[in-house]
């Protein structure tokens, strides 16, 4: 079978699905609208086959789907599963990596060279002014991009504490990117959260400190942390509609 006729079938399947279950929903909650009136899911949302390669298909159904429909978080899986068929792998600004990782979109154009430059300036300006040390975390989807889906919009963090870096001097600058990066193959971020952990805090803990000249003493047991609970839903989750 061809790869464009592969994806027809699969659509006629995925409409065939949210048809049946459409139907067999409303007809359940019947009691629950009362008067009002649900469109039709196929008359509100587009179903060609360049409509799903562009996700407008996803978009549509989404909003008709917060605005009438039940069982939404059910439901949610369905079109999940559909989007990752086509290789979209992203639900409101989150994108779905490997692993079970979710990792926020970070588009490069979001941040411009002006701006860039200007808060390395600021920076640079509080390390004379202050005598401050300057630790800037990156955010997961630089340390575990190998685990971002293959048509991500990454910003180029790296690029960005480079130039920082050179501004604010080595005797300043604390390298916590170099830190996360050699330990990147542990649980330094949370899957479906933005935040490090308390791992990743001690590794960065201990670069400053050898810096500052050992001396803060501070012990962490490797060996003996316990885990409290392996059902977190983080932040992303939530925002990605996915609390899986």
Not at 187 to 194: E, I, N, R
Request: contains cysteine.
């Amino acid at each position: 079978m061809s790869k464009s006729k592969n994806d027809q079938f699969t659509i006629a399947v995925i409409l065939g699905i949210l048809m049946v279950f459409s139907v067999v929903d409303v007809l359940t909650k019947l009691g629950l609208i009362g008067e009002r009136d649900v469109p039709p899911v196929l008359e509100v949302v587009s179903t060609s086959h360049a409509d799903f390669q562009s996700g407008r298909f996803f978009r549509e159904y989404e909003e008709w789907e917060q605005e009438y429909f039940y069982n939404r978080e059910k439901w949610a899986t369905i079109v999940r599963d559909a989007r990752m068929a086509f290789g979209r792998r992203e639900l409101n600004g989150i994108y779905l990596g490997k692993g079970g990782r979710y990792f926020e979109k970070h588009a490069s154009e979001e941040c411009s060279s002006a701006v860039r430059q200007a808060a390395a300036a600021d920076l640079a300006e509080m390390a004379r002014r202050y005598g401050a040390k300057i630790l800037l975390i990156p955010t997961s989807d630089e340390i575990w991009k190998k685990d971002l889906p293959s048509h991500a919009d990454s910003f180029d963090q790296k690029e960005f504490l480079d130039q920082v870096r050179a501004l604010v001097g080595e005797e300043a600058y604390v390298d916590v990117y170099a830190v996360l990066k050699a330990h990147e193959k542990e649980d330094v971020f949370y899957s479906t959260d933005p935040h490090w952990t308390s791992l990743a805090a001690y590794y960065t803990y201990l670069a400053w400190r050898d810096q500052e000249g050992d001396k803060i003493p501070y012990y962490y047991n490797l060996q003996n942390r316990v885990v409290v609970t392996d059902h977190f839903i983080g932040e992303y989750a939530e925002k990605s509609g996915l609390k899986m």
